[in-house]
């Protein structure tokens, strides 16, 4: 049996039991997604910071350490283990949250809207061969992944909510 982990900003994770492993909600369609163009675009504007630990993203470096030992104990507790899990990171930006995932053995997948996030993401994963066996970036919307019908056995946004344009088809779409 597979239990459902969900990762919420500011609360005690929620914890729930399924039969079946994360897939995307029926009700969201691809042609709808949650991405404020003006948020890409300040994204897009500063993705070649992303693993500067004195720049915009300083902050997330900082507690990065933390909050992924955090979400590992958990899954570890959910699931016995966390070799070999499938993650995704949804929102993944330049990869600082998914390589740590890959680090610990998860298959990873990173998607990210902005095709320079993925793209910096990309180049500084082939920089550790154990992160560049176990993750896999793509450009896409959190909404394209339900259309795809993509699986995972947990799925982790941090930091996102608050940039898109419609939270509730986004978090639907997780």
Known sequence: MLRRLVFQRGLRPAISTANRRFSVSATVSAAEDSVTPGELEKFTRISDSWWDTRGPFKYLHTMNTTRMQYIHQRLADL?????RLSVADVGCGGGLAA????????????????KENVEVARLHAKRDPLVSENIEYRQMTAEQAVAEGMRFDCVVSLEVIEHVRDPVLFVKSL
């Open 99 to 114: 390589e740590s995932l890959a680090r610990m053995g998860m298959r990873t997948l990173g998607i990210d809207a902005g």
């Open 79 to 83: 699931y016995k283990g966390t070799e």
